[in-house]
């Protein structure tokens, strides 16, 4: 919890929607299957971690002001 405060909030974000999405590969990998229905909200998950790397990529590429 220390370590949090010295990481940028979009690094936490991204952090924080990736642990589910590395439970959901390794309950895969261990062979646990996943309902149809559930897939909607692993993709939801998979979809805010994009827009958080997609932005991060954004905001390295600006120069600075």
Request: aromatic share 10%; net charge negative; proline share 5%.
């Amino acid at each position: 919890m220390l370590a949090a405060r010295l990481l940028p909030l979009s690094l936490f974000g991204l952090l924080s929607y990736a642990e589910p999405a590395l439970l959901l590969v390794a309950s895969l990998l261990m062979g646990e299957r996943i309902e149809a229905g559930e897939w909607f909200t692993y993709g939801a998950i998979w979809a805010a971690v994009l827009v958080l790397v997609v932005g991060g990529l954004v905001s390295l590429r600006r120069p600075a002001e």
